[in-house]
């Protein structure tokens, strides 16, 4: 009896994996048909908006300017966000993605996904309807970062901001998230599949396995760069300077709502325009608490993420005591109050709740392949009309969001459908 339970559940298994192995190439087929018709399209160095702009202003045409008043300043709309994963990225891309909708701006959208290709590097002509010179005032959805093809998209006076996480805590979210979709893990033995790894990495890990990023250094390789270097290579002291020149904010996780007072003072916005909810949030029984063996063991693996996460740490901390500390905390209080705010007037019972509770399909966060264990919220049903357009706004995820932005997500769709249809339960 007992053997043929145990024979039914391999079965089980087997089927599944096959279907996994056959879908996940289907979608991979998919992909480079797509992506290779992105690359037909890179155009020349000289074809960019900064160049646009330079016609233009030739021409005494107006542009959207970033200027600073004579008294006070203007608010910043030339922005690009690079999103990092698992870094609480997507609350600020529902921040960003409503001031743009409220003051009617461009924004470079993916097409066909919820990312530019990633983890291809960025090409601009990944972006959806994209022509040689075109510009755009945001750019903020997952890509793997270029600097040369982004500023392409974007006036000369662009804002960059990113975001980082402790990369302990990220590699840890990064781990639960994707690890059904990296191979390497799949051989893992035990219920604790992460402590296992990090006792013994090199001996799971290879740099060139498909998926194998989610695995090391997960900043480095957004922003473009090498993830398999060691924390003592001298390229990674470079690349985190050279990273310094080209973003004018770098926001934290773990102090995020000083970040957004620091990105509100930068962009000249205003309390309101940086309200938020906290988006893909996991439930807490789902998270891995690390022994401080652990944790020195996820140190040493993603040590060139340790090097970039202190460098931008340290850089934080000095424009914070140059913002002013009572002024911070005076800011922080005051977000804090009006978010408090808004969760009384939008969100049923007051918080997150788990995935199969949530009774509006348009609030149903994207999950990880195999399991529900990131939270959304409900509605409340006896709302204030003049709050409802707001509320839905900041309740919505990346993926519908960017639905009723007008991209056509065939693919991402198409891979949920094929991820839930081989995990359902």
Not at 393 to 421: C, F, H
């Amino acid at each position: 009896m007992m053997s043929g339970i145990k024979g039914n559940k391999c079965a089980v298994v087997i089927r599944r994996l096959i279907l996994w192995v056959l879908l996940t190439n289907i979608i991979l087929v998919l992909y480079c048909l797509t992506n290779s018709s992105q690359g037909k399209n890179r155009g020349s160095q000289q074809s960019t908006c900064a160049l646009s702009v330079a016609e233009l202003l030739k021409k005494n045409v107006s542009m959207p300017s970033q200027s600073t008043k004579s008294q006070g300043c203007s608010p910043k709309v030339n922005i690009m966000f690079m999103k990092t994963h698992k870094t609480a990225s997507s609350t600020i891309l529902n921040i960003l993605f409503r001031f743009g909708e409220k003051h009617k701006l461009k924004f470079a959208l993916p097409d066909g996904r919820n990312d530019f290709f990633y983890p291809s590097p960025f090409l601009c002509s990944q972006v959806k309807d994209y022509r040689l010179g075109d510009c755009f005032n945001i750019v903020c959805n997952h890509m793997r970062f270029d600097h040369r093809e982004v500023a392409k998209l974007l006036p000369p006076d662009a804002v960059y901001i990113t975001i980082l996480r402790d990369p302990v805590a990220l590699f840890e979210s990064s781990f639960h998230y994707y690890h059904r979709a990296v191979p390497l893990t799949w051989r893992i033995d035990g219920e604790n599949k992460l402590a296992e790894f990090l006792n013994n990495p090199q001996s799971f890990y290879s740099a060139d396995a498909f998926n194998s990023f989610y695995l090391r250094n997960m900043l480095f390789f957004d922003f473009g760069l090498d993830n398999n270097l060691e924390a003592d290579d001298p390229r990674v002291i470079r690349d985190v300077h050279n990273l310094s020149k080209r973003f004018d904010l770098v926001l934290f996780a773990e102090y995020f709502e000083e970040s957004l007072v620091l990105l509100k003072d930068t962009l000249c916005w205003t309390t309101e325009d940086i309200l938020y909810f906290k988006l893909n949030a996991r439930r807490s029984s789902s998270v891995s608490h690390l022994t401080p063996e652990l944790r020195a063991r996820a140190l040493q693996w993603n040590g060139a993420d340790w090097r970039l996460y202190q460098h931008f740490n340290a850089t934080f901390w000095a424009r914070v005591e140059a913002y002013g500390r009572d002024r911070m905390k005076q800011e922080v209080n005051e977000l804090r109050r009006r978010n408090s705010e808004m969760r009384d007037i939008c969100i049923e019972d007051g918080g997150a709740v788990e995935a199969h509770k949530i009774q509006d399909a348009r609030f149903l966060p994207w999950q990880p392949v195999g399991e529900s264990s990131i939270l959304g919220y409900n509605m409340r049903k006896n709302i204030d009309p003049n709050f409802r357009t707001i509320c839905e706004k900041m309740l919505t995820p990346e993926i519908q969001y960017l639905s009723d932005l007008g991209v056509n997500l065939w693919l991402t769709r198409l891979w949920g459908w094929l991820k839930d249809a081989v995990f359902i339960v």
